[in-house]
């Protein structure tokens, strides 16, 4: 059973360019979840969807971050322009139903120089 | 809002010892309660889990939390720690909100070093 897949893994880019995440859910999960982890600031909950709709996304750090979940087995996150301190491994997760527990991609750890 | 307190922010152990990381959390109502272990370069996997039953959970690789209702506490425990157990740990809590939905909300992380 393949896991949560993100794509790329590494993403080095300079500030001002638009950067793009991907995540592909485990089949049959309902609820997806955007992290951020960096060592000043820990794991951050950024958006999360419920049957595709966003349900949360006071996480959401400014105006440049924006996810979409176009169908159940796909979601991006996107960072328009990037700036140097969006650099962080950006973490895609999915759960079955609401109160089990989720289970994370390899994440994609992104540079923005 | 619901918030998870891990105290123990950097754990460094010698092989052999026990191990306990505190875990406290802020919500009145129905809890889900988890740990998570991310290895060096990894993404997180989960550890162990508590829904409800005996506040006693055991976990893979040896270890075990026990849930305090009274004061909101879910410590992890390992009674003999391994060099493989170097690693970053999570406490997770699902709290139940209004509309059936289950937020999810992590510590800070504990980042343990066991030397060989």
């Known amino acids: 059973d393949a896991g949560v897949i993100q794509s790329p893994r590494h993403e080095v880019t300079e500030m001002g360019q638009e950067v793009t995440l991907r995540c592909k859910p485990i089949s049959g999960h309902n609820s997806l979840f955007w992290y951020r982890q960096t060592m000043m600031r820990g794991l951050e909950l950024l958006i999360y969807f419920n049957n595709n709709v966003p349900i949360d996304d006071s996480g959401m750090p400014e105006d440049r971050f924006s996810a979409k979940m176009p169908n159940a087995s796909f979601s991006t996150l996107k960072i328009q322009p990037s700036e140097p301190r969006d650099s962080a491994v950006y973490f895609c997760a999915s759960r079955n139903k609401a109160n089990q527990p989720q289970h994370f991609g390899d994440g994609t750890r992104l540079s923005i120089l | ?116």
């Open chain 2, 1 to 116: 809002a619901q918030s998870v307190s891990q105290h123990n922010h950097h754990v460094i152990l010698s092989e052999a010892a026990s191990l306990e990381l505190g875990c406290n959390y802020s919500y009145g109502g129905t809890v889900n309660l988890f740990w998570y272990v991310q290895y060096p370069g990894q993404h997180l996997q989960l550890l162990l889990k508590y829904f409800s039953g005996d506040p006693l959970v055991k976990g893979i690789k040896g270890f075990e939390a026990e849930f305090i209702k009274s004061k909101f506490s879910f410590n992890l425990r390992k009674p003999s720690v391994q060099w493989s157990d170097t690693a970053e740990y999570f406490c997770a809590v699902n709290a139940h909100a209004s509309g059936g939905s289950y937020i999810p909300t992590f510590g800070r992380g504990t980042s343990l070093i066991v030397h060989p």
